[in-house]
């Protein structure tokens, strides 16, 4: 079974097609409430992804709690004193920031 990903208002969704159901599974992913959606077609799956997520925001709204949203693309992270020195040299010397460097490290790691 091939996961893809889908996209939306921010979200993003983990998608998966079941030959056994005829159908497509999805789950909003990077969040911790669980939200799922389903279509059996890509049309219909598109449109009950869009419909899971603005449900989200209104029953969150009713309840008066704050809508989680997907990954704000920060990091905290404490690292050895040493290693930072040593890091912050190398972005220094390919004249790049610290944070840019980190970032372009980390994109070229295949996670497949």
Known sequence: MRTD???YDGYRGSVRFSSR???????IIGISDVITF????VDSL??????????????????????ERCY????PLRIDQDLH??????????????NRWIA????KI???
């Open 46 to 67: 598109e449109k009950a992804f869009r419909e899971a997520i603005r449900d989200y925001i209104t029953f969150c709204e009713e309840i008066g709690k704050a809508p």
């Open 5 to 7: 990903t889908i996209e």
């Open 72 to 75: 704000s693309g920060r990091i």
């Open 21 to 27: 159901d005829r159908l497509f599974h999805g789950q």
């Open 85 to 98: 020195r040593r890091i912050a040299a190398e972005a220094e010397a390919e004249g790049a920031s610290l």
């Open 38 to 41: 389903e279509g059996e077609s």
């Open 104 to 107: 372009d490290r980390l994109g």
């Open 110 to 112: 295949s996670l497949d």
